[in-house]
């Protein structure tokens, strides 16, 4: 349980290094001034990938202003460990483009395992956008070849095998998961990695519904759409 929550607030975060050489009475501020560094980040990187795929500059700096102030964001000022997900989803947005358009995945790579060791819930977090991207440029591209479905399946497996690199951090977290003190007050299962069909229906309700149930920290796009 320590190893979770620790990891889960930014012992693992590169970006973190930063508080090491101030005193402890300016922790605080520090930090904060990381938190919203990362929500200037996000703006940032989207607005660079917006720039990758158009040259409307009054698009991409409303886009990148919605984006950044999203409710997904704002929500999550209060616990800021997840907002690497922020800047790193554009940049492996334009990662998984270079290595399905060029065959090249040093990037996409090292920014999967870099996020998954920075944080495993932002890691969670970014392979399920990946996904529903991919799923949406597979949807748009109506010529998919034998190649594409190849491409696809090696950009899978590069994304996996990077979660497999991360286990030095991840390991740690499921064997805690599955044994953690805090399963007895879940309410749901006898482990915190898999629970009866009565969560999952709670789950798909609180995604869509707004702060008004016992989950409410799972409508990510409820909070998306504000």
């Known amino acids: 349980d320590p190893w979770v929550t620790?990891?889960?607030?930014?012992?693992?975060?590169?970006?973190?290094?930063?508080?090491?050489?101030?005193?402890?009475?300016?922790?605080?501020?520090?930090?904060?001034?990381?938190?919203?560094?990362?929500?200037?980040?996000?703006?940032?990187?989207?607005?660079?990938?917006?720039?990758?795929?158009?040259?409307?500059?009054?698009?991409?700096?409303?886009?990148?202003?919605?984006?950044?102030f999203s409710g997904f964001f704002l929500f999550w000022l209060f616990c800021p460990g997840i907002m690497s997900t922020g800047y790193l989803f554009p940049i492996l947005l334009y990662a998984i483009d270079k290595a399905f358009d060029k065959n090249k995945y040093t990037l996409f790579a090292v920014l999967t395992l870099f996020a998954y060791v920075t944080n495993y819930y932002a890691g969670m977090t970014l392979s399920f956008m990946l996904m529903v991207y991919a799923i949406i440029r597979i949807i748009y591209n109506k010529n998919l070849s034998k190649s594409s479905v190849y491409k696809y399946g090696k950009i899978v497996l590069a994304h996996a095998l990077c979660i497999i690199s991360s286990l030095f951090v991840l390991l740690p977290i499921l064997i805690a998961l599955s044994g953690g003190s805090r399963i007895a007050s879940s309410g749901y299962s006898d482990s915190l990695l898999w629970f009866n069909w009565e969560y999952y229906v709670d789950l798909l309700i609180s995604m869509f519904t707004p702060f008004n149930n016992a989950m409410n920290y799972w409508n990510f796009p409820y909070k998306s759409i504000t």
């Open 6 to 68: 620790l990891t889960y607030y930014g012992l693992t975060d590169p970006m973190n290094l930063i508080l090491v050489p101030f005193s402890q009475n300016l922790l605080p501020t520090i930090f904060s001034i990381i938190t919203l560094f990362k929500l200037y980040l996000s703006g940032v990187a989207f607005g660079w990938y917006a720039s990758t795929r158009s040259a409307d500059h009054k698009a991409i700096a409303i886009g990148a202003l919605v984006y950044t």
